[in-house]
């Protein structure tokens, strides 16, 4: 997705300067990111992210959004100890704001050299309990940051805490500044009112409700997704009269595409041309949870519907009834759900403990702390009668409550389908007087966030059972391969049910063959889910039987017709032999493979395809062969990575090829990081799955012998295995070799039918002995063994020489492998000879 909307507009792209703007009484550009017109509508020409340095135990700068940032010279370093606003406020985790007046005397931190008419914001940023940076906004005004602008800044720094929190501990995302802005959704414009053409980006067709497609530049267009009760003040605000100059603010509504309603917050300047006409239109929309609320409670409890309409989790409708603290002028604002006759905090604004009684810093000191319900007697009475308590200044109450409202506190019981879901504490130090219609906002508020908090306590549920069974579907770990390394991420869709179709597996088929497996089952729902898991398995089952991956890819399509099921897979098989490096590709339908040379040219594997699984019994998937060499890295994608409503397949597949052409190798955890991107939009779930070839530290040395079966074959597989180990310089351990190869060679002919063939493999220091054969059965070894038995010692013999025995299935029988230590370490100086021996030697 386009940053910014800059793609589809012709901006530049945010962080960078732009001239001209760093003025923010002026209008910002229809060339200016839409970063920058944010920013400048909140009164700030200058964000500047600063994080902590562990090394140094400074603040250190990481990342700028705004106008001209060499124009203010900020500090690159600032003192964690110091005295500059941004260490004050990291310390304290409290804002801090400078008018020009208190700016020029601050001693450090500020614009150098100190400009006139300029302000400044220290925001510390945190989560849940931890301390991730400052945020500090430089602003041109004269007499500071507005109250409204102070609250949009502040909005704006918990969205770039939680785009830090995301990215904990691979250090701060790329370009957080900008991705917190895409996360608070803002969109901007820049209209023409004599044309009606408007510049809109793209975040804000996505507000308003307009398919990229569907939009013809012109405000019509929007116009006509707004409800119709507020067209008459949009039309004011969009076709200005020449008295309108200035900022304007509007409240408004659009219908979404699914039916329900959303409310948008317009902030907007008219700026004037050479003949004082209105020439542009500049301005931003803010979706609800950046909208401003207003002073009357009418306002209020419309903005508390529609932001709690939109929150979905227990910590989303925490965090919006936690925003009635400012409008309230309360000093604490506690939200708990009633679980089990318990009470478990939600959250609690503000966060930090030191607002909070003694008794909660000492026993809560969790984000999620809980308490008997009987150790509040004041909040279970409230609970039992389910009607709100207004306690009034001086009210003594029981330890557990007591310094949370000194000067009032409401106690709030959450009623929502005929029970009492929780419990929303509302405090004040200084003396309250609770008014009438106070009292009316609060009842609304309770009846609303009670519903809410049940509504999102069982799409939680809903959503961790969800995960559970995607988690139980999906590899728990990788395994760790010879020659190489993999890595796989998974991410489930955000919308609805948070449980796809999407898997991704490797298998170890031997110690140097690998199974690398991706796939699709259609739709987002448990039944694809269930599909999906059965899929993985059969493919493992199939794999770990010695097919080749035509056959099972093969097998795995049949069964997926035979389960009568309305739902398709997609599948990308991949067999690659690590010591050579060669890979064998089966393509179901599934999106290409890609492939990271090691001078970083991409190129997509042109792989043969077949039909998607479960489609038809008879479908043909052919192989494609491919070579690997050392230093290439494979990668196996979804759709859903590369392919999206406002993305074309062909377009994802160039950009993650661009990505993954300037990732670093060395760290395929990061590769696969970059690839995902900034996940927090997502239509379709998406697997990655990674390998780095190495290739093997160690070649093997191979030799191979078809058994005869005459009466002198194990005569003739003895012979063979000593010429080899003489050729290879390891007759130290002909002895054991030998006594393995004929015990295993006479099992074959004694105890099954058709072709025998007899492999030695040499790598490092030890010699590996297989002989495979057509039959299915793995070799019985005797329960008991005595004196008078007449056979069975053989295969006890064996297991007792071999530092490993086992068996494992191959392709139409099984292999018996013995491996045997060469007490002497030194490396083969002569290979195998790819040339068949004489006497049936292949």
């Not at 919006?320 to 309230?328: G, I, M």
């Not at 506690?334 to 009470?343: K, N, T, V």
């Not at 030191?354 to 009475?381: H, I, V």
């Not at 795995?556 to 590709?585: H, I, K, P, Q, S």
Request: proline letters at 8%.
């Amino acid at each position: 997705m386009p940053h910014d909307g800059s793609a589809g507009a012709g901006l530049s792209q945010p962080g960078t300067a732009a001239a001209g703007v760093a003025d923010t009484d002026s209008p910002p550009g229809p060339k200016t990111p839409v970063s920058v017109r944010a920013l400048t509508f909140a009164g700030a020409a200058l964000a500047v992210l600063y994080v902590p340095d562990a090394g140094s135990g400074d603040l250190r700068s990481v990342d700028t959004a705004g106008c001209a940032p060499a124009e203010y010279g900020l500090p690159e370093r600032l003192a964690l100890s110091g005295g500059s606003p941004a260490a004050r406020a990291f310390r304290a985790s409290h804002p801090v704001w400078l008018t020009p007046a208190t700016l020029a005397s601050c001693p450090e931190g500020g614009p150098a050299p100190p400009r006139a008419r300029t302000s400044l914001g220290a925001l510390p940023l945190g989560a849940e309990g931890r301390r991730l940076g400052c945020l500090v906004v430089v602003g041109a005004g004269g007499n500071g940051f507005e109250a409204e602008q102070q609250r949009f800044l502040e909005c704006y720094a918990n969205a770039v805490a939680d785009v830090l929190e995301t990215g904990a501990g691979g250090g701060p995302p790329a370009a957080p500044l900008s991705s917190a802005l895409r996360r608070m959704r803002v969109g901007s414009f820049v209209l023409v009112p004599e044309t009606g053409v408007i510049d809109a980006d793209e975040m804000l067709r996505e507000l308003v409700g307009i398919e990229p497609d569907d939009f013809d530049g012109r405000a019509d267009s929007l116009l006509a997704h707004a409800l119709p009760e507020d067209l008459h003040a949009l039309m004011s605000v969009l076709e200005p009269s020449p008295r309108t100059f200035g900022p304007r603010n509007l409240d408004f509504r659009v219908r979404c595409p699914t039916g329900g309603m959303r409310w948008l917050s317009l902030r907007c300047r008219v700026a004037a041309g050479a003949d004082d006409r209105p020439e542009q239109v500049l301005g931003v929309v803010t979706a609800t949870p950046v909208l401003p609320r207003g002073a009357d409670d009418v306002s209020r409890i419309q903005w508390l519907t529609a932001a709690l309409d939109e929150a979905t989790t227990v910590r989303d409708v925490s965090h919006v009834v936690v925003t009635l603290r400012e409008p309230l002028n309360a000093d604490r604002v506690a939200l708990a759900e009633l679980q089990h006759e318990r009470l478990q905090v939600t959250l609690l604004d503000p966060p930090q403990p030191a607002a909070w009684p003694q008794a909660w810093r000492l026993q809560w000191r969790s984000e999620w702390p809980d308490a008997p319900l009987s150790a509040l007697p004041t909040l279970q009475m409230a609970l039992r009668d389910g009607h709100m308590d207004l306690w009034p200044t001086g009210t003594a109450f029981e330890p557990g409550l007591d310094g949370i409202g000194p000067g009032g506190l409401a106690v709030l019981p959450l009623p929502a389908k005929g029970r009492v879901a929780g419990v929303c504490l509302i405090g004040w130090d200084r003396p309250h007087r609770f008014v009438p219609e106070e009292r009316s906002l609060l009842t609304a508020t309770a009846s609303l966030s009670g519903q809410a908090l049940t509504r999102a306590h069982a799409y939680d549920a809903e959503q961790e059972l969800a995960t559970m069974l995607q988690r139980s579907l999906l590899p728990r770990r990788l395994p760790e391969l010879p020659g190489g390394i993999a890595v796989a991420r998974y991410l489930p869709a955000r919308r609805g049910l948070q449980v796809g179709g999407d898997w991704y597996d490797v298998i170890a088929l031997s110690e140097d063959r690998v199974a690398l497996v991706i796939g699709d089952v259609q739709g987002h729902s448990a039944a694809a889910a269930t599909i999906m898991g059965q899929m993985r398995t059969a493919v493992r089952a199939y794999a770990v039987e010695g097919h080749p991956p035509d056959v099972v890819v093969s097998h795995a399509n049949r069964l997926l017709v035979g389960m009568e099921t309305d739902l398709f897979a997609t599948c990308c098989y991949a067999e690659l032999d690590m010591d050579e490096g060669d890979v064998l590709f089966v393509r179901a339908g599934h999106v290409a493979p890609l492939l990271r040379h090691p001078d970083g040219s991409t190129e997509e594997v042109e792989v043969e395809g077949g039909l998607p699984l479960g489609i038809s019994m008879e479908a043909d998937f052919p192989m494609t062969a491919v070579a690997l060499a050392p230093g290439m890295m494979l990668a196996l994608i979804t759709d859903g990575l590369i392919e999206a409503a406002d993305l074309s397949l062909d377009e994802g597949m160039r950009r993650a090829r661009a990505i993954l052409a300037t990732a670093d190798p060395s760290d395929p955890g990061r590769v696969a990081d970059d690839l995902l991107g900034d996940f927090g939009r997502r239509e379709d779930d998406v697997a990655l799955l990674l390998l780095r070839y190495d290739g093997m530290k160690i070649r093997p040395i191979r030799s191979g012998w078809v058994v005869w079966r005459l009466p002198d074959a194990v005569m003739h597989a003895r012979r063979f295995t000593a010429r080899t180990l003489r050729r290879w310089k390891v007759e130290e351990a002909t002895d054991p070799v030998l006594l393995v190869v004929s015990e295993l060679v006479t099992n074959a002919l004694v105890h099954t039918q058709g072709p025998v063939r007899l492999e030695l493999v040499l790598r490092g220091d030890r010699v590996r002995v297989c002989v495979s054969d057509s039959s299915p059965r793995a070799p019985a070894k005797p329960v008991i063994v005595d004196w008078e038995s007449t056979g069975g010692r053989g295969l006890l013999l064996v297991e007792a020489m071999s530092e490993s025995f086992g068996t494992v299935p191959v392709a139409g029988g099984k292999q018996v492998c013995s491996e045997i230590a060469v007490p002497r370490r030194e490396p083969a100086s002569v290979g195998a000879d790819p040339g068949a021996e004489d006497g049936g030697r292949s």
